[in-house]
């Protein structure tokens, strides 16, 4: 078993509650000299195209790529007061699942940095959230920050 912490990617989403994981994934990498993958994913639009139309696709596409810019810059910017280097990765056409698991996976990642949000109510228990999924499907270390 390797424990050594080279390669960390933090899920980000640009949420609030997200920073706590953020944190804790810029700490693990500056305590290990580890680099950093801030990773946001956005879903494959299929369903919003066909529920409103190609402009309203297309527009909120480019709404989700603009959080995921400022999700990710985020992380940069953390980790730069910290000295961490910090790539910032936007993946689109995937659900948030299966784009970590895969980018983890595709880049020889030694531990996902996540927090705990996810879907609630009802949507909850019929999907399950992202990071129980990615708990359940990475073949990497999950580390779930409250």
Do not use: C
């Not at 879907?119 to 228990?125: N, R, V």
């Amino acid at each position: 078993m390797n424990t050594k912490i080279k390669k960390i990617v933090v899920a980000t989403d640009g949420s609030e509650n997200v920073k706590n994981a953020v944190e804790w994934g810029i700490e693990l990498a500056k305590a290990n000299s580890a680099k950093v993958s801030a990773l946001y994913v956005i879903p494959p639009s299929g369903i919003a195209l066909a529920m409103r139309g190609e402009m309203w696709s297309k527009a909120m596409e480019s709404h989700q790529r603009d959080i995921g810019k400022k999700a990710t810059e985020h992380v940069v910017d953390m980790g730069r007061k910290e000295g961490v280097v910090v790539d910032p990765v936007i993946i689109d056409g995937k659900t948030p699942t299966d784009g970590i698991v895969d980018f983890a996976a595709q880049n020889d990642i030694d531990l996902i940095v996540m927090g705990t949000l996810g879907i609630t109510g009802i949507s909850h228990i019929l999907l399950g959230s992202v990071a129980e999924n990615v708990v359940r499907h990475a073949k990497r270390p999950v580390l779930v920050i409250p």
